[in-house]
């Protein structure tokens, strides 16, 4: 066999092989679209069942037909609340801070940025241990919504402070430069100058951080009860549940009735997160066409 | 855009608008460092909060017994903490999920950056960050009502709360994790060295397998590092799914109890603020905390050990 017959068999097999793992990595991308569907499919068809108006607006109840979110959603509002003001003060404070007050070759920075680094990839449960241990034992604030926002706050801030500090980076520096040739001051410069030119990246961060904290649930349950919550929070050191315990707990109930009152728990938990992420693109749209 | 007050020649003489001025840019500053700190006064937290509540729990029981016993029971009499069959349940469903979600997720990159169009690009990539946004509850709920079931009419003996179930379903949830990561540093080599592997006459499969992927290797590797890791620290799936038996099996079909699902069913079971039980909470808590921590360590490592800069 000379090296030419040998050359276009094995290129033949060449193409072959190519062929065979075009389709496997196609198949492979394939599967993961496919079951974003059916998961969807899955939670849309058990959930359409209890999905009604009165289900918004009823409390839990020991009967699948009469059981509502409307504790734990007002739940979630209350959360949001609070925990949206809190990440955006600390998160973009500590992003300002490593950004543009302290040299970036700093050992404190560096400290700093290592910490956040590995915050991030600590498991969530282990921050509902420290807001457990902190928020409602040491500071006494019991399982309040307070407690749960704080615990949340410090679970999402590495996230607002990553998105924030890659926002405040994206500023170009002849902005600054341009500023404190006016003699503006550090402050001046970050107030007027950088921090609105760095705000939709802030906000999009903040929004998908925040809806992390929407749906996260273990750091929840060890703050939060299980139990029937059959009244709204009026306060924040009130008792409370959020939608991601409400689900958890119907999932968790053995009638299989509750499966599908849980799978409507979800279509909301779902719909709340989609109208935060729109938010964040509509917010971006806006503040981008300003500036 | 907000702006600026003219100065007039008085704001730079006047000693006093000086002072002022300067004495704000302090206090802005340690304002600042006080949101600084915040993150720091973090993991200070939780080192602290672990530990303290840890030591008073191997006062009682010897790390020897805690972490070579092979009966966990802390809410049974005689009680055993002996917490290998928690360890094994995590790896089993870690090792589930790394087996679905790795060779998933390193293929679609692949697929996305050496073979897909543009357009194909731009329709999977928001798929893979939806369903990495999708809550963990959910995909707990998914594992229960739909991939039991299935699993059930394959394997008719299996347990309804099994390894399997959860192991498959965390694989699913940390698939884009991989996917994204890894796709980023395929993207990130040299669009010139993949053209030299097609001038030499590769194929499409042999420039993705015998270029691409080894000079994004450390990449590739780091974001299985971190998905395992985030594997490890999954809570809910595992705690709906996967059963609250702990034992010491590497059957993935029988029911087994992850270190993060006994954490939850001990919160959930409201144990006695300072008794032994409680305590467990933390001793199990600051092991999988270092778990985590070693993992993302080695993955920084990995990076910057095995990491090629192009410039």
Known sequence: MNNRDYFSRRLAARKRTDKIFHFVFMGATGIGMALLLVLLADICKEGIKYLDGQFLTSFPSRFPERAGIKSALAGTLWLITLVAPLTFVFGVGTALFLEEFIPRKNIWNKIIQTNIANLAGVPSII?????????????????????????????????????????????????????????ATRWQTVRHVVFPSALPGILTGMILAVSRAIGETAPMIMIGSMAFVAFTPRNPLDYFTVLPIQIFNWTARPQDAFREVAASGIVVLLAVLLATNALAVLLRNRYQKKS | MAVLKVPTTRDFTDRKIIKRRNRKELTVFLLLLLCASVSVLTTIGIVTTLAVETVPFFQKVSVIEFLTGTKWAPLFTPQHFGV???????????????????????????????????RLRRVVKPVLETLAGIPTVVYGYFALTFVTPLL???FPGINIFNALSGGIVVGIMIMPMVATLSEDSLTAVPYSIREAAYALGSTRFETAGRVMVPSALSGIMASFILALSRAIGETMIVTIAAGATPKLTLNPLESIQTMTAYIVQISLGDAPYGSIEYNTLFAVGMLLFLFTLVMNILAKVVTRRYGVIYQ
């Open chain 1, 127 to 183: 921050y509902g241990i420290l807001g457990l241990a902190v928020f409602v034992r040491m500071l006494a604030l019991g399982r309040s919504v307070l407690a749960g926002a704080l615990t949340m706050t410090l679970l999402i801030l590495p996230i607002v402070i990553v998105a924030a500090q890659e926002a405040i980076r994206s500023v170009p520096v002849s902005m600054r430069h341009a500023s404190f040739a006016l003699g």
């Open chain 2, 84 to 118: 290998l069959p928690l360890a094994c349940g995590t790896l089993l469903i870690t090792l589930t999920a790394g087996i679905v979600a790795l060779p998933l997720g390193l293929a679609t990159a692949i697929y996305l950056s050496e073979y897909a169009s543009d």
């Open chain 2, 152 to 154: 059930q009419k394959i």
